[in-house]
């Protein structure tokens, strides 16, 4: 697009910066043991940083050097499988990421970091052997077996191949999904792991009434945490477009999360801002009740992210024209935000942190540290496009970094979300 079209356009909320009406807030705290307090989880919320599969980053030491430079407590995403399951059998896989956790552990022993369960389940799991804890933690019969792909798709049919032949949504439902789903959350837990993502909970989740299924999963997952985790705890989310599982009056999970959901302005190019009640987004209607750690709220925190989920055919053109969509400008919520010039991706940052501040207080930020692209820029020493979104400031250890690094840094340092 030719710069010479963009419309300028100011964003509102940045007026709180210049010294506009500010909520006093508690000094930040990264300490739990057992169970979490609203305070300390609103703490690491508000300190929260995306840095998808950082485990196996090219640019490792840069992104360590990154965290500890921002002063991040919460990295999402870290170490996950999405199919390709017979990885957890290299010992690579999860001695990556244990060394990865040590090392950023070294620089802060605080921080919290971040895997997931995702909706994803591939005929590559039949290659895994069962281990016989897996087994016994939910009353199956002692036997020498490997996990079986058919047990744990819907019996219905429904959501079998749906990603692509051989690759379908798993039914948590099956007890086979429930022994696949606490393998690799013990697996995580092991390595150093004390936060998971629970993915698309409710397509996984669409013939499980009330929640029962999940909740037993989650049960024995707590169970394990409270045993072998770093601090006998772990903090469980998932993306959850009707504001999040409720049983019994007590929530399943200690905080919600979803995409941004930026939406278009017509008559500004590329320009997107956020609305309550826009599309599916979760503003103001994040699910309340008695939290896993014993406290009461109206409204669960929450994050909201740049999540990546491809593009449309007309990259760069306006996809909300005709009503609500998921995409903006053609593309996902972290590739349209990478082809932004920079100051305007600064700018943008800013302003969706004060929006949450202005519109509803128990939402956060998750900040855009490290994702995969689906359309970027092109890079313009080599004419490739980037597929890539670094925060980290652009140096030669990290030539493709966006340049938003110290722009976190100065936000996370105007003080917490409460």
Not at 44 to 58: A, D, F, N, V
Not at 168 to 191: G, H, N
Not at 311 to 317: E, I, K, S, V, Y
């Amino acid at each position: 697009m030719n710069p010479a079209r963009r419309r300028i356009v100011s964003y509102p909320c940045l007026l709180l910066m210049a010294g506009g009406p500010q909520r006093l807030v508690a000094k930040p705290r990264y300490h739990f043991n057992g169970k979490v307090s609203r305070e300390t989880l609103e703490s690491y919320l508000g300190r929260s940083i995306t840095m998808q599969e950082i485990y196996k980053s090219p640019t490792l030491d840069d992104d360590i050097r990154m965290l500890k430079n921002i002063g991040a407590k919460f990295v999402g995403r870290s170490l996950y499988l999405w199919g390709a399951e017979s990885r957890i059998n290299d010992s690579k896989f999860l001695a990556q990421g244990r060394d990865m956790a040590v090392r950023i552990h070294r620089n802060d022993p605080d921080v919290a970091l971040q895997s997931a369960l995702f909706e994803i389940v591939t005929e590559e799991v039949d290659k895994i052997p069962i281990p016989a804890w897996a087994l016994k933690e939910f009353g199956q019969s002692p036997q020498s077996r490997n996990f079986q792909y058919t047990k744990m798709l819907f019996p219905s049919k429904r959501f079998v191949d749906h990603w692509r032949r051989g690759q379908s949504v798993p039914d948590i439902r099956q007890v086979e999904t429930k022994m696949w789903f606490f393998f690799l959350a013990a697996s995580y837990v092991d390595v150093g792991i004390e936060a998971i993502h629970l993915g698309q909970l409710d397509l996984m989740g669409a013939e499980d009434q009330g929640y029962r299924e999940w909740a037993e999963l989650i049960r024995h997952i707590r169970g394990y945490a409270a045993k072998k985790a770093r601090r006998h705890y772990i903090l469980l989310d998932a993306h959850l477009p009707r504001g999040g599982p409720v049983v019994d009056g007590r929530l399943l999970l200690d905080f919600h999360s979803f995409p941004l959901r930026p939406k278009e302005v017509p008559d500004s190019p590329q320009k997107t801002v956020l609305e309550v009640g826009y599309s599916d987004a979760i503003y103001g209607r994040s699910q309340g009740g008695v939290a896993p750690s014993g406290w009461t709220c109206d409204h669960l925190p929450y994050l909201v992210e740049f999540d990546n989920f491809g593009g449309t055919r007309n990259a760069g053109q306006a996809s909300q024209a005709h009503g609500a969509s998921i995409f903006a400008w053609g593309y996902d919520e972290i590739t349209w935000l990478a082809n932004q010039p920079e100051a305007d991706r600064n700018e943008w940052l800013r302003y969706a942190w004060y929006w949450l501040k202005e519109h509803d207080r128990d939402g956060f930020l998750e900040m855009p540290g490290g994702r995969m692209l689906t359309n970027g820029p092109v890079n313009p020493n080599t004419g490739a496009k980037l597929n890539w979104y670094f925060a980290n400031t652009r140096t030669p250890v990290c030539p493709n970094g966006f340049n938003q690094e110290e722009t976190i840094k100065a936000i996370w340092a105007a003080g917490s979300k409460r």
